[in-house]
């Protein structure tokens, strides 16, 4: 997946001099590694009133990351059953995910982590990656606001989901393997296309030799409409216990 980094890079510049992104790279072994070393050097109470670590800001950016994923995926995906797009969500913003994009765009970089955890290599570490990743988008949206975080998940997140929707599921395969120990066969065939304005969706039908069944679905691209459309087949014949249902 290629990433405009010099985009990203830019936003984190942004907010780079700023105290809430100090405190999104703050691990909590950096911060207690510190207060203990001013407890020997007898340092003031007052001076030891050090900031907090990233842990209240990975709290906020959780939440702004879940709200701004939702409304991409209502808005991109209009067509998806409640289910779907739950699955979809999950897929994007879980902790793997966030890791990954957090190593790709060099967040871990910005780390501020205690001896002992640097030892433990926590700069490659996905829960500690991911962590950040939700952090800096807290600090992101606290120093620039939600246009901004926007900005950020669509080079980022939104990026790196594109053309892995159906990694969640494949309602075509389990309905291909289903009438295949049938000895039945699958036909999809395109329906109808609709125009409007920037907008172009494929209606497609599914049925089987059989007769068995006979379904139509709608998507952005035919492969997307497909699904929908196996997806109907799956729910009406019951097919299967841990696909997403339809509302």
């Known amino acids: 997946m290629v990433y405009q980094v010099k985009k990203i890079k830019k936003i984190i510049e942004s907010i780079k001099d700023t105290e809430y992104f100090q405190q999104a790279f703050l691990h909590t072994s950096y911060l207690n590694e510190l207060k203990l070393m001013r407890k020997v050097d007898s340092e003031q109470d007052s001076e030891n009133n050090l900031k907090s670590s990233y842990e209240t800001l990975e709290f906020l950016g959780d939440s702004v990351i879940n709200f701004y994923t939702s409304l991409f995926i209502y808005h991109r995906f209009p067509n998806y059953a409640e289910g779907q797009m739950s ?10 995910t966030l890791a990954h994009l957090s190593k790709e765009i060099g967040l871990g970089e910005f780390l501020q982590l205690g001896t002992g955890e640097r030892k433990n290599r926590g700069a490659e570490k996905e829960s500690i990656l991911a962590d950040v990743f939700e952090s800096f988008v807290a600090a992101l949206y606290l120093e620039k606001g939600g246009k901004m975080v926007q900005r950020f998940l669509n080079l980022t997140i939104f990026t790196w989901v594109a053309g892995k929707e159906n990694m969640v599921w494949d309602y075509k395969s389990q309905l291909q393997e289903y009438c295949q120990a049938r000895k039945n066969r699958i036909i999809y065939r395109l329906k109808k296309t609709i125009r409007a304005e920037k907008q172009q969706l494929f209606i497609m039908e599914v049925s089987d030799g059989l007769g068995t069944f006979r379904e139509s679905g709608k998507g952005r ?27």
Request: glycine content about 6%.
């Open 221 to 247: 691209s035919k492969k997307e409409a497909e699904q929908q459309a196996a997806a109907k087949v799956i729910k009406k014949l019951g097919i299967g216990e841990n696909h997403p249902q339809e509302s």
């Open 87 to 96: 699955k979809l969500k999950q897929l994007m913003v879980q902790e793997s």
